[in-house]
T-cell receptor, first 114, second 113 residues
Framework: KAGVTQTPRYLIKTRGQQVTLSCSPISGHRSVSWYQQTPGQGLQFLFEYFSETQRNKGNFPGRFSGRQFSNSRSEMNVSTLELGDSALYLC?????????????FGSGTRLTVV | DAKTTQPPSMDCAEGRAANLPCNHSTISGNEYVYWYRQIHSQGPQYIIHGLKNNETNEMASLIITEDRKSSTLILPHATLRDTAVYYCIVRPLNAGNNRKLIWGLGTSLAVNP
């Protein structure tokens, strides 16, 4: 079966711009979680969407937002980009959000802010 | 969720067993031990999980001590493709809230030819 698809794979943006990343979950999965990964911080939880509703949120500023569509696809948006936003952004989908066999990650979007 | 401690890096010869330790001394009774790995530039991949009994699947074996305060992931015959960062995580099975999940920096395993 198809895995979790994240687009684009790589992205270069300028400080002050905004960016939108996309995540298509595994068919049937209703939960999509987003993570930021930087070399010194590891994976940091951004937020989780389940059935189009944000269910959990990490400790990130309001510049980071997301949404989920009726087909479970999710997007995350970062406004007013800063150099520190350069990171690998990962999404993970699962049936119900639980950290179980079904918790599958995409390959990520590598965002570079210059 | 309980925090885990892993060595930052390890080396292993190709074809030999790789034994990756993890300390989770504050683990609660309902928390499982999960292992994921992340190959460079990819998302983390599930390997195995367990509660208190040893577990084995096609990828690896998981040995959990009797007091559950530590565990070891065993890759029986490491190959170059096993070079990755390995994460040990503890959390309740199917707990829906991953907000407090601590991934840490994991162990960077280098398998050498």
């Amino acid at each position: 079966k198809a895995g979790v698809t994240q687009t684009p794979r790589y992205l270069i943006k300028t400080r002050g711009q905004q960016v939108t990343l996309s995540c298509s979950p595994i068919s049937g999965h209703r939960s999509v979680s987003w993570y930021q990964q930087t070399p010194g911080q590891g994976l940091q939880f951004l937020f989780e969407y389940f059935s189009e509703t944000q269910r959990n949120k990490g400790n990130f500023p309001g510049r980071f937002s997301g949404r989920q569509f009726s087909n479970s696809r999710s997007e995350m948006n970062v406004s007013t980009l800063e150099l520190g936003d350069s990171a690998l952004y990962l999404c993970a989908s699962s049936l119900g959000g639980g950290f179980d066999y079904g918790y599958t990650f995409g390959s990520g979007t590598r965002l570079t802010v210059v | 969720d309980a925090k885990t401690t892993q060595p930052p890096s390890m080396d292993c010869a190709e074809g030999r067993a790789a034994n990756l330790p993890c300390n989770h001394s504050t683990i609660s009774g309902n928390e499982y031990v999960y292992w994921y790995r992340q190959i460079h530039s990819q998302g983390p991949q599930y390997i195995i999980h367990g509660l208190k009994n040893n577990e084995t699947n096609e990828m690896a074996s998981l040995i959990i001590t009797e007091d559950r305060k530590s565990s070891t992931l065993i890759l029986p015959h490491a190959t170059l493709r096993d070079t990755a960062v390995y994460y040990c995580i503890v959390r309740p099975l199917n707990a829906g809230n991953n907000r407090k999940l601590i991934w840490g920096l994991g162990t960077s395993l280098a398998v050498n030819p």
